[in-house]
């Protein structure tokens, strides 16, 4: 039931491109995207609802793929302040409830 | 607008004792959820709130945690007796009712039982 996200880590260059993308075997209604410091919170970056939308804000976009149950989050010219784990939460229709993936560790050098 | 607090930061117990965390939601947000992140892994539902009632509890070991949530604000999550494998960040998190969709973090507790 958890998603399966990937890469599990990834090093970039400031400047470069990253993809993370989480899949699920499991009809979504939502997928959440956050971003999470060592020691921090969890920060809220987009939800993609059911359709096959695509969002983005700043240099962070995300799709939805509903057939292939998967979404993908567009990191565009990195920034150091980029550097985190990123985690997908999943939701089913009519429930709230999230199921987080395992995280992908994106770290950002100069 | 403040943010989900949550204390202690850190606790370090032994285990066999009891430990109870607190979580404050964001002013207004009538939903509540307590999770728990274990390292190097996303976090995990143990209870959600609607207002003062658990509606999703399945996930909470209930053998040892407990949690309560007394007139639909704060909330205590509590484990008795701890055992070596709750060490963990216990994770907070609110939403609104008019947008149940975005879930606010608190900083969370990380607890170390030794």
């Known amino acids: 039931q958890q998603p399966v996200q990937s890469p599990q880590a990834v090093i970039l260059r400031e400047g470069e491109d990253a993809v993370i993308n989480c899949s699920s075997s499991?009809?979504?209604?939502?997928v959440h995207w956050y971003r999470q410091k060592h020691g921090e919170a969890p920060v809220f970056l987009m939800i993609l609802l059911k359709g096959g939308e695509q969002k983005g804000h700043d240099k962070i976009s995300a799709s939805f793929n509903e057939k292939k149950q998967q979404s993908s989050l567009y990191l565009t010219a990195s920034q150091l302040s980029y550097s985190g784990t990123y985690f997908c939460g999943t939701g089913l229709q009519g429930a709230q409830k999230l199921v987080f993936g395992q995280g992908t560790r994106l770290t950002i050098n100069p | 607008e403040a943010g989900v607090v949550q204390s202690p930061r850190y606790k370090i117990i032994e285990k066999k004792q009891p430990v109870a965390f607190w979580c404050n939601p964001i002013?207004?947000?009538?939903?509540l959820y307590w999770y728990r992140q274990n390292l190097g892994q996303g976090p995990e539902l143990l209870i959600r709130?609607?207002?003062?009632?658990?509606?999703?509890d399945s996930q909470l070991p209930k053998d040892r945690f407990s949690a309560e949530r007394l007139k639909g604000v704060d909330s205590t999550l509590k484990i008795q007796p701890a055992e070596l494998g709750d060490s963990a960040v216990y994770l907070c998190a609110s939403s609104s009712y008019e947008k149940t969709d975005t879930q606010y973090f608190g900083p969370g507790t990380r607890l170390t039982v030794l």
């Open positions: 709130y609607e207002n003062e009632e658990a509606v999703d």
């Open positions: 002013s207004g947000h009538n939903t």
């Open positions: 499991k009809a979504l209604y939502s």
